[in-house]
């Protein structure tokens, strides 16, 4: 069996990563695919939780520009982003590999409440774990509860999971064909370049935590496993 870099990582996806080629909601087809490219990496003994937003049902700031209260419109958010680790953790259970759910908002009777000990002895133990809810507080992102949650279980590495995007550009390659793509960058470059890859808050506590990002494609067959094995694939971002 092939060597992974990794030991344990943390993979974000984006809630818009389970549409498929959907305009809304989830594809259980394309969740099955991911839950697929997570035991390919479950496989080869990497421990892997996961962060996934809600944005494929909606956005609490978006929401929020409606007339809803903002803190109300954010805790709607985080109740997508509970849908969207349900489907992933029963597709993952579907195909043998073993799941938890642990909520930042306690939803007993559907997930685990958040427990960060409670989730290190999940991995040790080989099962997947989605944390969903995001950080359970308003005004914060997905981008942000990865962050929080790589640091808290001690992430070697957040695997930032893109859909049909194989790295950081210096422009959008769907709009600019010339755009160029970053094998690497740091976090102070990324900011002083305005390169939309996460938030400032997340940003910093990556930076301050020491703890690398690599952006790759998701959607290519394959990339998962490619990236824990260490291959240059997607653009790394360090401190």
């Known amino acids: 069996m092939e060597a992974p870099k990794y030991k344990r990582v943390l993979l974000k996806l984006s809630g818009e990563a389970l549409q498929g080629d959907q305009s ?23 421990q892997t939780a996961v962060v996934i937003g809600g944005g494929n049902f909606m956005r609490g700031a978006a929401v929020a520009e409606q007339g809803i209260e903002e803190a109300t419109a954010h805790y709607m958010g985080m109740l997508a982003m509970v849908i969207n680790a349900l489907a992933l953790s029963s597709q993952l259970q579907a195909i043998g590999v073993p799941a938890r759910v642990q909520s930042a908002i306690e939803i007993r009777a ?18 997947v774990v989605v944390f969903a809810a995001g950080t359970g507080n308003p005004f914060f992102t997905s981008d942000t509860a990865a962050t929080l949650r790589a640091a808290e279980i001690d992430a070697e590495v957040i695997l930032m999971g893109k ?3 194989d790295g950081v550009y210096d422009a959008d390659p769907r709009v600019v064909p010339s755009a160029r793509k970053y094998a690497k960058l740091t976090y102070q470059e990324m900011l002083e370049k305005k390169l939309a890859v996460m ?3 997340a940003a910093a506590l990556a930076a301050e935590r020491d703890i690398e990002i690599l952006v790759f494609d998701v959607s290519a067959a394959g990339s998962m496993r490619r990236a824990v094995l260490g291959e240059r694939i997607g653009t790394l971002v360090h401190a």
Request: proline content about 4%; charged content about 30%; hydrophobic content about 30%.
């Open 199 to 201: 938030d400032r808050t």
């Open 24 to 46: 809304y909601g989830i594809s259980p087809q394309y969740t099955r695919y991911l839950a697929g490219e997570i035991r390919s990496i479950h496989e080869l003994g990497v």
């Open 110 to 127: 559907v997930a685990e409440p958040y427990i960060r000990l409670r989730a290190i002895r999940h991995l040790e133990k080989g099962r």
């Open 163 to 165: 859909n049909k995007v």
